[in-house]
């Protein structure tokens, strides 16, 4: 099933992401996983892309995974490490196996600042167009509320958005953000620029006072207040950290929903037990 219809359903979609092994010998775990999220209901599930090879063999075999355990899936496809025929293959190998969603996305430029593959792709949009050219696919883009990481400015990020969205995008899903005004303040910018296709938001529920470090430094996410206030109280308790971000992830759902915010993706870490717990917080506001 195409995501752009599961959007258009004019239903609450909760939807999940997970990432494929680093090694071969980890994929009956990840398996697992699928199997494990798969039994929540999702309306469909992601699975991120290694650039450069490494994980992005296996995100094909992840994603025909998820489709055999009756949820749509949807694959990620980064480009900035890939010439346009190697893209094209991966793209047949999808289309083999009836995978129909892609999330297009250029991917890091390695800290040498120099792009491999000869540089066919440098934005996300010329990946965009590829995949709508060859046909058949619904496809997802990137977008980041509070600024892509490499553009000084919000007005410009928000241009190369309606570039990509103007290449071909059916759907929008946003990196992780902690504060929901951020993410109203963006859904208006951004609508007053002509882009009005559907927006699913990220929430990471954070459990863990290392993973929040981590988040922030890659991606330049400010923490408000009362969740700065989370994890400096929390950090030394495992247990009561992980309760603390689930409860605060699904304030931040219930919150998105009740101002007509109608897609969510949980970037679950591949975690079912913590995204069963979300879901189950959920259970009477998300399903008719």
């Known amino acids: 099933m195409k995501i752009s219809e599961i959007l258009n359903s004019g239903k609450v979609t909760v939807s999940c992401e997970l990432f494929p092994p680093k090694k071969d010998d980890d994929i009956d775990r990840v398996k697992e996983v699928v199997r494990g999220i798969s039994a929540l209901k999702p309306d469909f599930m992601s699975v991120t892309y290694g650039a450069g090879g490494g994980t992005s063999k296996n995100?094909?075999?992840?994603?025909?995974?998820?489709?055999?355990?009756?949820?749509?899936?949807?694959?990620?496809?980064?480009?900035?490490?890939s010439t346009k025929e190697e893209v094209g293959q991966i793209l047949s190998g999808l289309?083999?196996?009836?995978?129909?969603?892609?999330?297009?996305?250029?991917?890091?430029?390695?800290?040498?600042?120099?792009?491999?593959?000869?540089?066919?792709?440098?934005?996300?949009?010329?990946?965009?167009?590829?995949?709508r050219e060859y046909g058949g696919f619904c496809i997802g883009a990137a977008c980041y509320p509070e600024g892509h990481v490499e553009c000084a400015r919000r007005e410009d990020d928000i241009g190369y958005l309606k570039e990509k969205v103007d290449s071909g995008c059916d759907f929008l899903t946003t990196q992780m953000f902690f504060d929901n005004n951020i993410l109203y303040q963006f859904l208006y910018r951004i609508l007053a620029k002509g882009i009005q296709i559907p927006v699913v938001a990220g929430i990471m529920p954070v459990t863990n006072s290392s993973q929040i470090k981590r988040i922030c430094a890659l991606s330049g996410?400010?923490?408000?207040p009362r969740f700065k206030a989370i994890v400096d109280k929390f950090a030394d308790k495992p247990a009561a950290m992980k309760q603390a971000g689930i409860a605060y992830a699904t304030e931040q759902i219930i919150d998105l929903i009740s101002n007509g915010v109608n897609a969510i993706h949980l970037y679950t870490m591949n975690k079912p037990d913590i995204a069963a717990k979300i879901m189950d917080n959920l259970s009477e506001i998300i399903r008719p």
């Open 59 to 81: 995100t094909t075999r992840i994603a025909s995974e998820i489709q055999s355990c009756g949820v749509t899936a949807l694959a990620h496809l980064t480009c900035v490490s």
């Open 95 to 131: 289309k083999e196996q009836n995978i129909e969603n892609i999330l297009a996305l250029r991917g890091d430029i390695p800290k040498d600042s120099v792009f491999p593959s000869g540089g066919q792709y440098r934005y996300a949009s010329e990946l965009v167009r590829q995949i």
């Open 221 to 224: 996410t400010e923490l408000p």
